[in-house]
């Protein structure tokens, strides 16, 4: 027993040693926000030994050179698109046509420079709520292309609307369209080995981004690829929240009702779409790099339409450029915010912009879930909106189902809309993808749609808070402490 004591011993002060040395690291080395710091050091020095595994899966930062691939894709007309544009807006010679744009030329300057999101156009834009009627779209979609199919998820379920999808997929590839499809490793973790094997078959290929090594150990778990885009045959788009699976449709009793929010886009606008794709997929797929071709950006006569900007963010970004769209465009505010998010756990920087916009007289309105996917991630949604109830900002939770759009409208004059929720995972830690839209009709559409979702929700006062037993309260505040590193 004396040995075994020491052995012990030896090994918890081992464990102590690291931790400290970790903490040292985490303060003064890592690339990280103050309060994700100590939230970790926090983790460290109350759970010493699991602190420190949690750490080496999920805090450690993600290195640039993880995912460095050879050049294989330019697109110089894309390039010198964004260029152009951004040396008349500097220069004061750009004709935006929009007004909308126009007025918000610096978020869309902001974009142009830190995204290389030139300002394009949708011919059409059509927004979908419900995930029965988007994958009815996207199938007469898909049955409809000639000569290209890319896809990324970063769910992807071996169910019924997953099998649907991959063998209409199949069938496409063996008519010879190309069919690439990029999906996350661990968002669709649940998949078999021999998932794609059909496709790869008939000439599809299927990629995994940081993919886990020896199939089941994964270090990377902290930094996903959440985006989720469509592009067919150059000319029509997908972007938005939902994934593939049969819960997106509502067929999983524990969610019920699944309330996204997804566009279907036609225009020059999915030119950004494809362009997004191809960095993805070579990042992914160094075996089968994409290189640039006319067929994949296909000539378009009709250039008009709704302005709109495919903005990109990372952990490798030195800004987080989604959070910053964000902020600029509550800034903008000057009548109304609507925002709708599963997960609402935002930076001091959002919060402030929030407040600040509702105690200077605008209409801040915010729609979460009523129920949790996450408990412990509701709770710290719960403990930042009713930090926001004293300044005046309205609170609403969506009962009809389980709400994951994630939405911002502004003015009813523009919107956007994505994969990025108004969290910290999303601001800094995931690779995201959102429209950032410059439309008064398009916004009133999006609009329309949250006083709809408005209907089937209940409104979360100071009352209500007040109301909670000190169980509930207590993890709330817990919860929010660890808030950084949810």
Do not use: C
Not at 182 to 210: H, I, Q, T, V
Not at 332 to 360: N, V
């Amino acid at each position: 027993m004396q040995i075994s004591f020491e052995w012990i011993s030896t090994l918890s002060n081992l464990f102590i040693i690291l931790n400290i040395v970790l903490a040292f690291f985490i303060l003064f080395f890592e690339r990280k926000t103050a309060s994700s710091a100590w939230a970790w050091i926090l983790i460290l020095f109350f759970i010493p030994i699991l602190g420190f595994i949690l750490y080496l899966l999920f805090g450690k930062p993600l290195r640039r050179d993880r995912l460095k691939r050879p050049a294989a894709y330019e697109n110089d007309d894309f390039e010198a698109m964004v260029d152009q544009q951004l040396k008349e807006i500097k220069s004061g010679e750009s004709a935006i046509s929009s007004l909308v744009a126009e007025e918000m030329k610096d978020i869309v300057q902001m974009n142009m420079i830190r995204t290389e999101a030139p300002l394009s156009t949708a011919t059409d834009i059509i927004i979908y709520n419900d995930g029965a009627n988007k994958f009815e779209a996207l199938f007469n979609d898909i049955r409809q292309a000639q000569n290209h199919i890319h896809l990324q998820y970063f769910i992807m379920k071996d169910d019924d609307i997953g099998k649907r999808l991959l063998a209409l997929l199949t069938e496409k590839a063996q008519q010879g369209v190309k069919v690439l499809f990029l999906y996350d490793d661990l968002g669709s973790r649940s998949l078999p080995k021999d998932f794609f094997e059909e496709l790869n078959r008939a000439g599809g290929r299927a990629a995994a981004f940081l993919p886990a090594i020896l199939s089941s150990i994964n270090p990377r778990l902290n930094h996903r690829n959440h985006r989720k885009l469509v592009v067919v045959d150059g000319k029509v788009g997908y972007i938005g929240g939902f994934n593939v699976g049969d819960e997106y449709i509502g067929r999983k009793k524990e969610f019920g009702y699944w309330r996204d929010t997804h566009l279907r886009v036609e225009g020059e606008i999915v030119h950004s779409l494809q362009n997004r794709f191809f960095i993805d997929w070579n990042q992914a797929a160094a075996k089968y790099p994409m290189k640039y071709a006319e067929n994949y950006f296909p000539k378009l006569d009709n250039k008009e339409g709704v302005p709109m900007q495919i903005v990109a963010s990372g952990p490798l970004e030195t800004h987080e450029d989604i959070k910053n769209g964000f902020l600029k465009m509550i800034h903008h505010a000057r009548e109304s915010i609507y925002l709708q998010t599963p997960y609402f756990i935002p930076d001091k920087s959002i919060m402030d912009a929030l407040k600040t916009a509702s105690l200077g007289g605008v209409d801040v309105q915010i729609m979460i879930p009523h129920m949790a996917d996450h408990m412990f991630v509701h709770s710290a949604t719960l403990s930042f909106v009713r930090e926001l109830l004293p300044d005046g900002v309205k609170v609403y939770s969506y009962k009809n189902g389980f709400l994951h759009a994630k939405t911002l409208i502004v003015d009813e004059k523009a919107y956007t809309v994505g994969s990025a929720n108004m969290d910290i995972r999303s601001f800094a830690l995931n690779f995201e993808l959102n429209a950032f839209v410059y439309d008064v009709e398009a916004s009133r559409n999006m609009a329309d749609t949250f006083f709809q979702d408005k209907k089937l929700s209940v409104e979360l006062t100071e009352e209500t808070f007040k109301n909670q037993t000190w169980l509930e309260k207590g993890k709330q505040d817990i919860a929010k402490l660890v808030s950084p590193i949810l």
